[in-house]
């Protein structure tokens, strides 16, 4: 039953994405749009087919800069979430910083960590870190703080220390968390990975747009946000995918 819900699901939003490009083609087609201001989906694909190498390459720089940004920004929000869960004395000054952090517009950090560390691939991985990191943050910090009242105090009734509780009953409730924090924050990563490359690199779907924007042509611009968006999806998926393998009792209860 519940598989059969979620390939109706895929097919519903199949549909509505075809007919959205379907929709879109002839609208530039009947009101004749200028390919400079929207080109028709076919014309993107067009480009896509006959630049697949330089979309391909271009994909793996940022992809590569995302998921290692992504891959640091879980680290640390999961790591400074257990310690203010270990240590909840800290949780008033260290959720402080993290919203001012959080709160400074990353499009005037970039810059700055590009001229002080170069274009190369480690200012696009900090910005993306720090896109990643809250949502993390906060996320797992409120699973871990969550947990259910009626296995806190039998796990108090076995005199278990500290330690085998935040192991054995916190992070195992903080697991679905984690996969909320991983659907928000790894579309974010691809989003600072191309912010990032904006102010200066030498590959990458960032540069390939602003190259594009520059020249102001928007077939290839597009080309480069429809892989942007299908890398998005893929990697939502797939996290939904490992999700239902990770948390196997959320499955079960919904059946």
Do not use: C
Request: aromatic share 10%.
């Amino acid at each position: 039953m519940l598989k059969q819900a979620r390939g109706s699901s895929g097919r519903v939003a199949l549909i509505i994405s075809l007919s959205f490009g379907l929709l879109w083609e002839v609208g530039v087609r009947v009101f004749n749009v200028p390919v400079y201001l929207l080109p028709a989906p076919s014309r993107v694909l067009v480009v896509l087919a006959e630049n697949t190498g330089l979309y391909a390459q271009a994909s793996l720089i940022t992809l590569s800069e995302a998921l290692l940004g992504l891959l640091l920004g879980v680290l640390a929000g999961a790591l400074l979430a257990s310690l203010l869960t270990l240590h909840p004395g800290l949780e008033g000054g260290v959720m402080t910083l993290a919203i001012l952090v959080k709160s400074t517009p990353l499009v005037a950090i970039a810059p700055l960590l590009t001229l002080w560390f170069g274009f190369g691939v480690l200012p696009k991985v900090m910005i993306t870190a720090l896109m990643t990191f809250f949502p993390v943050l906060v996320n797992i910090l409120s699973g871990l703080n969550h947990t259910d009242a009626a296995l806190v105090d039998l796990f108090h009734s076995w005199n278990a220390s500290q330690r085998e509780q935040f192991f054995h009953l916190r992070v195992p409730s903080a697991l679905p968390y984690l996969f909320a924090a991983l659907k928000i924050s790894a579309p974010l990563a691809l989003i600072g990975a191309v912010v990032a490359e904006w102010t200066g690199a030498s590959g990458g779907l960032g540069r390939t747009m602003w190259l594009a924007y520059t020249n102001l042509n928007l077939p290839y611009l597009f080309a480069a946000i429809f892989v942007l968006a299908a890398a998005g999806v893929i990697i939502y998926r797939g996290l939904d995918w490992a999700e239902r393998r990770a948390v196997f009792w959320l499955a079960e209860s919904v059946i």
